[in-house]
């Protein structure tokens, strides 16, 4: 059973930066692709972006170019470096797992963190 918490999230003005990280425990990490979604109030969860175990980052096309997904093994985390910032940003943002191989589609991952709030000032 994989646990995942999330951290990061805040409040920060359009066009700024926040930097989303996730902490993985109780499974062996390198294993698993690891991805970020989210999910506005009255939507559906959307993809953001994932890296597969061997470090193959895939973004969903409205983030890419201004989020970068990172993993480090070592540490077990991810990480989501996000740049110019809009409204339609915000969300909840939610960590998540599965062996191996990344998926767009929500139903198609394992484990999820708990979410981490992100509020984009206009």
């Known amino acids: 059973q994989v646990q995942l918490v999330e951290s990061g999230g805040g409040l920060v003005p359009a066009g700024g930066s926040l930097r989303l990280s996730c902490a993985a425990s109780?499974?062996?990490?390198?294993?698993?692709?690891m991805g970020w979604f989210r999910q506005a109030p009255g939507k559906d969860r959307d993809f953001v972006a994932a890296?597969?175990?061997?470090?193959?980052?895939v973004y969903a096309d409205h983030v890419k170019g201004r989020f970068t997904i990172s993993r480090d093994n070592a540490k077990n985390t991810v990480s989501l470096q996000m740049n110019s910032l809009n409204v339609d940003d915000a969300a909840v943002y939610y960590c998540?797992?599965?062996?191996?191989?990344?998926?767009?589609?929500?139903?198609?991952?394992?484990?999820w963190g708990q979410g981490t709030q992100v509020t984009v000032s206009s």
């Open positions: 998540a797992a599965r062996l191996y191989y990344v998926a767009r589609d929500s139903s198609n991952w394992a484990y």
């Open positions: 109780g499974g062996t990490f390198s294993r698993y692709a």
């Open positions: 890296i597969s175990f061997s470090g193959a980052p």
